[in-house]
């Protein structure tokens, strides 16, 4: 992979937050967490560990350059709380169905590493920044035999001031004692306030091919997957690669000149 090749950039406040694309991601960096954490902490102890990933990226603006960076990784869970990376769960009551069926809820938190300079990119030369941001909301998934189905709420802190709301599947398969992979699929609707933000053009940012552009709310489909190999109890590793396809609400900015954009990330973890 010629990514890995490239040299980081940025000082470390800035490519840690670079990480979130996750998000929206995002890569569900909580989800990936709970894999590399054998999927559960049990309800009298808590579980942490540390790790390092490297995160590559793909903008579909115009004549950006593939982002890679590296990323310290913290991770801690117990019955309450989940945090990895960029995000953080508050776990609410769930909701037991049968033996095999039952429904988690939670409160999320996360940070979103869209957004640009003026001179990541010809294109956005005189644009003002866009800057990343938090999200907060709610999240449930509806666990079973056959896919997990997961769906968030989400508002943007500041910034943008949007609003998103996602519905997605995903199905883990154990290969062996040590091997996971975890396909998943998603569609994720973002408001007017998300599109225009990140990809209009303003009156006053108008220039020679580059027309005054407002965004309309869009739905974004995602495919992707996880795979985790568990070297022994306390260290592992993991990639997750993913990729979206967007909607003309997004390809028709005078900005952009992709029709998806996508990740990838390589880590490890060590489980204390």
């Known amino acids: 992979m010629n990514f890995l090749a490239s040299t980081f950039r940025g000082q470390l406040a800035r490519t840690t937050m670079a990480s979130a694309f996750t998000l929206g991601l995002c890569v569900s960096l909580p989800g990936v967490a709970a894999e590399q954490a054998a999927n559960k902490a049990s309800a009298e102890s808590s579980s942490w560990g540390l790790g390092i990933g490297v995160l590559s990226t793909q903008k579909p603006y115009a004549g950006i350059d593939r982002d890679n960076s590296g990323l310290p990784l913290i991770y801690f869970e117990n019955k309450y709380v989940r945090v990895f990376g960029p995000g953080a769960e508050i776990k609410l009551p769930a909701i037991d169905i049968s033996s095999s069926q039952r429904i988690d809820f939670s409160i999320l938190g996360k940070y979103d590493g869209s957004g640009y300079k003026a001179d990541d990119a010809p294109i956005l030369n005189g644009m003002s920044k866009r800057k990343s941001g938090f999200w907060v909301g709610a999240g449930a998934t509806w666990h079973n035999d056959v896919v997990d189905v997961g ?112 990740r990838v990330m390589l880590g490890y973890l060590y489980r204390f």
């Open 151 to 262: 769906a968030e709420w989400l508002a943007a802190a500041g910034n943008s001031k949007g609003n998103s709301f996602s519905l997605g599947l995903e199905k883990a398969w154990q290969l062996g004692e040590r091997v996971r992979l975890t396909p998943r699929l998603k569609a994720k609707w973002v408001d007017k306030k998300y599109v225009d933000y990140y990809y209009g053009v303003r009156d006053d940012e108008v220039r020679a091919g580059r027309p005054a552009y407002v965004g309309e709310s869009a739905v974004m489909g995602e495919l992707g997957i996880r795979a985790n190999y568990r070297i022994d109890s306390r260290h592992s590793i993991f990639t997750d690669f993913g990729v979206t396809a967007l909607p003309k609400e997004i390809k028709n900015s005078p900005l952009v000149d992709r029709s998806t954009e996508n």
